[in-house]
């Protein structure tokens, strides 16, 4: 990934798992570092929830600088509540005692539930070791999202040592229509300066001064070009973007976040 700039050092690295559209690695990449980003959209054998893709992605992540994780929400996401008889997702898993799937459940959410589970695991471990290498990151997911009960357990000694911090923020504050609260983990050594932008007004846009567009799996919210809102949503606007990586990774006065 590492590749040898003119003067012969090696030029920062950076790893985007389940990075979509690629807006964080395109932002990095244009700013120096070498990127390598990894989506199963891009490709299916690039499937992080495989033993070989967890392997790879951990191997790839002991050659990375920063490394930037957008762990898809699906299966820890509380909008997942169709009853059981019914075809829509179902719920898979309930705080507490059940964070890592609840009891019962059929064969295809058992499967679901086990790559998805396996996937995170693979990333508490690559945060573990983005840490003791004193490299920088962050992993973010929406705020109601499950993933931060068994995250914040599975990283108490790094919580509790201060080496990870978090954020909130909303995208409204980037410029999309819809609120979407999202929670961001970082670290690294300038991820306690990083703070975001957040609209503290539920249907009202303090940005916008309009109201929010909704985006909850209650309401059918289907966009021009035909894509659920809640999966158009998981691309995050470039502003975004340069605010976070502005402050965690290159400490840059320019990428203050300007309204508008
Ligand atoms: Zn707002």
Redesign the pocket.
């Known amino acids: 990934m590492a590749k040898a700039t003119k003067a012969g050092r090696r030029s920062p690295t950076a790893l985007s798992l389940f990075s979509g559209a690629g807006r964080s690695a395109r932002f990095l990449s244009n700013r120096g570092f070498s990127t390598a980003e990894v989506d199963w959209e891009h490709n299916s054998c690039n499937d992080l929830s495989t033993l070989q893709g967890c392997a790879d992605a951990e191997l790839l992540e002991l050659d990375s600088d920063v490394l930037m994780i957008e762990i898809d929400c699906a299966t820890w996401s509380t909008a997942r509540r169709a009853p059981a008889t019914s075809s829509l997702p179902h719920r898979l898993r309930r705080a507490g005692k059940f964070t890592l799937g609840l009891p019962n459940l059929p064969q295809r959410d058992r499967q679901k539930l086990q790559a998805a589970n396996r996937c995170v695991r693979s990333t508490v471990r690559m945060v573990k070791s983005s840490i003791r290498r004193g490299k920088s990151g962050f992993l973010e997911n929406p705020h109601s999202s499950l993933i931060w009960g068994f995250l914040e357990k599975s990283l108490d000694a790094e919580i509790a040592a201060g080496k990870i911090t978090f954020c909130t923020c909303?995208m409204?504050?980037y410029g999309t229509p819809w609120?979407k609260g999202t929670k961001v983990m970082l670290w690294g050594p300038q991820a306690a300066n990083v703070a975001l932008r957040k609209?503290c007004?539920k249907k009202?846009?303090?940005?916008?001064k309009k109201m929010?567009e909704p985006l909850s799996s209650n309401t059918v919210v289907i966009v021009k070009d035909k894509v659920f809102a809640t999966k158009k949503a998981q691309t995050y606007p470039n502003k975004f973007v340069r605010h976070l990586l502005g402050q965690l990774v290159l400490k840059d006065p320019t990428t203050t976040f300007k309204p508008g």
């Open positions: 909303t409204c504050a609120r609209c007004s009202f846009c303090q940005f916008s929010h």
